[in-house]
């Protein structure tokens, strides 16, 4: 081989070594392997972003759950992240339930006017809740494959947060920019990845799944609740996502739409109503996903 043509492999292995390593890169690994002999599709479930509408992901679940239907694989947008690395910790949905629903506003907000000039809410109290409520401390201990969404800052790439600390992605992916400081992590400022869509059905496809199963918590995006700084950013990013979904939607195999619109994003008092949306949501899709498992 000539010098020229060595260069060139060179630098070819070069650039697959890096796509495939870099954090929020197209080329992705597979994380999920099913045991030998299993002939069945990967399934993957995606959660989206929605802030306190985030507890119909638990009565999704336990609706999949309780129809066993499969879960290989998560991958959660801001709340979706949070609820989705209890449920990839624990792959139980009653302990979800018991775990999720301990969550309050005051384990989110940590208000600080000293950081007001990056954001009033620092994060630390979201990271200990995830420590104090998820055993599993790496991304990699977990029971199911699970990935969290986050945004660069400065770039506007997609981060894929699939190793590490689970407590610092879920942070990652549900830090309000414009509320929440951006998290540094791995060299890059990280931020909520509902900037980028309240759900990521293609990022499932770059880890092999199958069957996505997305959950739309962005429904309607009507809320006359604006009366302060974080409720009209939560709402401007409603209001983007809402858009984006619009075409992502598109790239699920079954798409579920928990009736959750009149829940204000910063209603922590309608977390039974919202698992309920969820369960019945869920329920009403269970025939069509029967239905896409049995083709394979």
């Known amino acids: 081989m000539n010098k020229k043509k060595k260069v060139g ?27 030998p002999g299993i002939k069945r599709p990967r399934i993957a479930l995606v959660l989206g972003s929605g802030a306190a509408r985030g507890f119909a992901h638990v009565g999704v679940i336990r609706v999949l759950e309780q129809e066993k239907i499969p879960i ?70 977990m029971k199911i494959p699970f990935v969290a969404v986050a945004a660069d800052l400065n770039t506007g790439a997609e981060v894929l947060l699939d190793t590490g ?21 791995n060299g890059r400022h990280l931020i909520d990845g509902g900037v980028l869509g309240g759900i990521v059905p293609g990022a499932a496809r770059k880890y092999g799944a199958d069957i996505v199963i997305a959950v ?18 939560l709402q401007a990013i409603d209001i983007m996502g809402s858009r984006i979904d619009g075409y992502k939607q598109k790239e699920a195999d079954v798409l579920i739409q928990p009736e959750v619109g009149d ?10 109503k919202c ?20 083709k394979w």
């Not at 009033?120 to 998820?134: C, Q, S, T």
Request: hydrophobic letters at 45%.
């Open 72 to 141: 290989d694989l998560i991958v959660g947008t801001s709340v979706g992240s949070l609820v989705g690395a209890i449920y990839a910790d624990k792959r139980n949905s009653f302990e979800l339930e018991w775990e999720a629903f301990k969550l309050e506003k005051d384990d989110i907000f940590d208000f600080s006017i000293l950081r007001a000039k990056r954001g009033p809410v620092k994060g630390d109290k979201l990271e200990n809740f995830i420590l104090r409520h998820v055993s599993a401390k790496n991304i990699e201990d």
């Open 165 to 185: 600390s689970v407590a610092k992605a879920v942070r990652a992916s549900s830090s309000i920019p414009g509320v929440f400081e951006p998290l540094l992590y």
């Open 263 to 272: 829940v204000s994003t910063m209603d922590f008092s309608q977390k039974k």
């Open 216 to 233: 739309d918590i962005g429904k309607s995006v009507e809320n006359y609740e604006t009366d302060n700084v974080i409720d009209i950013t």
């Open 9 to 35: 492999c060179f630098v070819a292995a070069a650039g697959v070594f890096l796509l495939v390593s870099l954090p929020g890169c197209a080329a992705k690994r597979d994380l999920v392997d099913l045991a």
């Open 275 to 294: 698992m309920v949306a969820g369960i019945a949501a869920a329920q009403a899709k269970i025939g069509e996903i029967r239905k896409l498992i049995s």
